[in-house]
């Protein structure tokens, strides 16, 4: 098994330009989750997703989209990126939360990391 | 509302000397509780969880934590630190729908 995977693991952007980061997990997880790690603050909580076909905010999704249109994948989109965005980025897989023994329990991806010129 | 209070933001120590990184929580019901390290430019990986089956947890790496309800605390410890050792250690908590609240993190030196 692969795990959790991400594409590209490396982007340059200029301001304004667009891009989608790619998600993939082969754990037939529930949940999918998104994201950004910036030094001193530990990671934050982009977007999410419970099950295919859903998405939900989390506690820093302005400037970002995301989609699930299949149950393995989780996209992670910049319309117009800005140089506040320049970050790394985590996608990370679980258990459905009601599920006996999930405990919550969330497997990483390797990051990706992006910086905005 | 849940959080999570790494109390350190950066620990040094001698290699072979004990580490203790210090986790404080706070949660309305019974938590689950992680502890995970990133090595530079590295993901994250799981050291150890507690789901409430035992107070102590053991972990990878000769790593271990012991969940306290009374001090709402889950410190981080080893006998004996590793060069390898060297990482940014997060404290994790997670709730009731699915989501991770992380601390801020604890870098760990190892001084040879």
């Known amino acids: 098994n692969a795990g959790v995977t991400q594409t590209p693991k490396f982007r340059v952007l200029k301001t304004g330009q667009s891009m989608t980061l790619l998600c993939a997990q082969d754990m037939n997880h529930e949940y999918m989750y998104w994201y950004r790690q910036d030094p001193g603050m530990g990671l934050r909580l982009i977007h999410y997703?419970?099950?295919?076909?859903?998405?939900a905010k989390g506690e820093v999704p302005d400037g970002y989209n995301v989609s699930r249109l299949k149950k393995q994948n989780f996209l992670l989109g910049l319309e117009s990126a800005a140089p506040s965005q320049t970050s790394v980025y985590f996608c990370?897989?679980?258990?459905?939360?009601?599920?006996?023994?999930?405990?919550?329990?969330?497997?990483f991806g390797p990051g990706t990391r992006l910086t905005v010129l | 509302a849940q959080s999570v209070t790494q109390l350190d933001s950066h620990v040094s120590v001698s290699e072979g000397t004990p580490v203790l990184l210090r986790c404080n929580y706070s949660s309305s019901y019974s938590p689950s509780l992680f502890w995970y390290v990133q090595h530079p430019n590295k993901g994250l990986q799981l050291l150890l969880k507690y789901t409430s089956a035992a107070t102590l947890v053991k972990g990878i790496n000769g790593f271990e934590a012991e969940f306290k309800k009374s001090e709402t605390s889950f410190h981080l410890t080893k006998p004996s630190a590793h060069m390898s050792d060297a990482a940014e250690y997060f404290c994790?908590?997670?709730?009731?729908?699915?989501?991770?609240?992380f601390g801020q993190g604890t870098e760990l030196s190892v001084k040879p």
């Open positions: 994790v908590v997670g709730n009731q729908g699915g989501k991770l609240i």
């Open positions: 990370a897989s679980g258990w459905d939360a009601g599920r006996v023994n999930s405990y919550n329990e969330q497997f």
């Open positions: 997703s419970v099950g295919e076909g859903t998405t």
